[in-house]
């Protein structure tokens, strides 16, 4: 691959389509770039469970073909786009990362998702790692770009580590405890947790019914809106050419910053490179309030508790009528269903009751204050070694499970939309990310205020994205600045 | 079977230590510190809920109108 191809791995999805349209490239030579990309760095990120080459490029002719004969399905028209491999995809096995479905036969019909993807003239490249069945925040055997020493997070993994090695301009994944968000922090792209409800689930294998949410991780706020808009467009309406609103003066802007429990137990890095990101919002004009969510350990336990006993009921069968099956089970996941079956019913029944509490004091807060949205820490600690999963320097004993889903399980019991971004990196140039949480059903408002943060921090004028390590300098990308 | 004993000392509620349903679906052995954190993990999870007020809680959503309405 020249390195002119790999620059424009790095453009945004406006600026892929704009030479698609005046033909300064086809949507096969897109398409086999990102192959070749796939190719390039999959030795070292591992971020693909399949790879659809023929399918892809099959996409890819029928896309160009369509251009040139006057059909344009929009904005994602010929973008290879990667789908996690917990959704159905037509003619691929959904394996949910798992050995207990090795034997999957291959998916008849797209996920919903995926179905409005494709119409909008996506070309989807394959299946991305998922965590088992998307329960973890490890995504073995996926690594990250920014140091391939360390994870990527999860459960969307995959998906946030081929977005950031360039691989694909956008990826699907899930998010029941924060698998969106988690992953688009630590690879250092954007991630939105959209409102509960607001996209189907339909032929995407469960976490926990109740919590599971479906959405996109891209490189920019702006990509990630393009993703998200072709999501909500329904295949009957036709094509639809989106434009955000951009015209947002900080003044209009006003967040919330909740203490403390949202900005206590956070690595000192973290911490620094959040504060440093909240100076810049102030210097701007960005209205920023100080507050309390009293609530929010009890929103995370009341998500922990119907996460944990929901997804004991979706294996239940397996875990109890299916042992051969189960054992293929890894380790983690096995315990997690035995905890989940030992939490009472009542307890249960509790937590969904509190969910409706959780989302009137959420909704009580936005509306006293008068804010847009939250700002909180997506992480409290930047990406962690493989090879050595500890949490360090929190000043709390925690699992990685519990450390990565604390800042982000709030917000799954409120069920609000959620965008995770990037603010800028630490000291060893790892990415630290922050999450915007809205109104429900506000989507809008929160690409508006993120696009507009994404600028004051100019995180990807900084370089995204790029491998540091000089030994992986053949596969780096010169250039990734939109 | 999982043990109290196995599980520490720190107090957790006594359902979490009735686990000889879990011994049976997890390697006891070898997850027992594992299991020792979900316990405090569940435990710490039910305290945090108990801070709730759910005196005037609207039952879980889906037992609420979707439900009755056919019935009304």
């Known amino acids: ?482 | 079977m999982i043990r109290n004993a196995d599980l520490g000392s720190e107090p957790v509620p006594d359902w979490t230590l009735n686990m000889p349903e879990m011994a049976r679906l997890v390697d006891p052995a070898s997850d027992v510190v594992e299991l020792r954190r979900y316990a405090r993990e569940i435990a710490a999870a039910q305290q945090e809920l108990n801070g709730i007020d759910l005196d005037d809680a609207a039952p879980p959503a889906s037992f609420s109108a979707e439900w009755r309405e056919p019935l009304r």
């Open chain 1, 1 to 482: 691959m020249t390195s002119e191809a790999r620059s424009r791995l790095g453009l945004s999805i406006r600026e892929i389509g704009a030479g698609l349209r005046d033909r300064s490239w086809s949507a096969m030579e897109l398409t086999r770039w990102s192959l070749e990309r796939i190719d390039a760095t999959e030795p070292v990120i591992h971020a693909w469970a399949m790879v659809d080459t023929e399918g892809a490029m099959a996409a890819a002719e029928i896309a160009q073909k369509e251009l040139e004969s006057g059909i344009d399905r929009g904005t994602l028209h010929g973008i290879p786009l990667g789908i996690k491999d917990i959704f159905d995809v037509a003619g691929m096995p959904t394996r949910c990362g798992s050995r207990a479905r090795d034997d999957a036969l291959p998916a008849s019909l797209d996920a919903a998702t995926v179905h409005r993807l494709r119409h909008g003239g996506a070309v989807v490249l394959g299946k991305t790692v998922t965590q088992e069945f998307a329960a973890g925040t490890i995504s073995p055997p996926a690594r990250n770009p920014w140091d391939p020493e360390r994870i990527p997070g999860g459960s969307s993994g995959g998906s946030a580590a081929a977005v950031a090695a360039g691989a694909c301009f956008g990826a699907m994944g899930s998010d029941t405890g924060g698998s969106i968000r988690i992953p688009a922090a630590a690879c250092g792209v954007t991630g939105l947790k959209p409102s509960f409800g607001a996209l189907e689930t339909s032929s995407v294998f469960p976490l926990s019914w109740s919590l599971d949410t479906v959405g996109p991780l891209a490189r920019t706020v702006d990509d990630t809106w393009l993703m998200w808009t072709a999501l909500r467009t329904d295949p009957a309406a036709g094509a639809t050419q989106p434009s955000l609103n951009k015209d947002v003066g900080a003044a209009t802007i006003r967040i919330g910053v909740p203490h403390p429990f949202f900005f206590e137990s956070l690595q000192p890095n973290v911490r620094s490179v959040i504060e440093e990101s909240l100076e810049t919002l102030k210097a701007e004009g960005v209205s920023v309030v100080d507050m309390g969510w009293p609530e929010a350990a009890a929103s995370r336990a009341c998500a922990f508790i119907i996460n944990r006993v929901e997804t004991a009921a979706v294996h239940e069968r397996v875990a109890v009528e299916d042992s051969e099956r189960f054992a293929r089970y890894g380790p983690d996941l096995r315990l997690r269903i035995a905890a989940g079956r030992a939490i009472p019913g009542t307890l249960y029944l509790q937590a969904m009751r509190a969910r409706g509490v959780l989302r009137d004091s959420m909704a009580l807060l936005f509306a006293d204050l008068k804010i847009d949205a939250l700002l909180v820490p997506s992480l409290p600690t930047t990406a962690l070694e493989a090879e050595n999963l500890v949490i360090t320097n929190t000043g709390l004993d925690e699992s990685v499970g519990a450390a990565w889903t604390r800042l982000t399980m709030p917000f799954n019991a409120t069920g609000q939309p959620v965008l995770s971004l990037p603010c800028g990196r630490d000291s060893l140039g790892l990415p630290v990310g922050v999450q915007l949480a809205g109104r429900p059903g506000d989507e809008q408002r929160l690409f508006q205020i993120g696009e507009f943060f994404e600028k004051a921090w100019s995180f990807h004028r900084m370089g995204l994205p790029l491998f540091h390590a000089p030994e992986y300098g053949d596969i780096a990308l010169a250039t990734g600045a939109p």
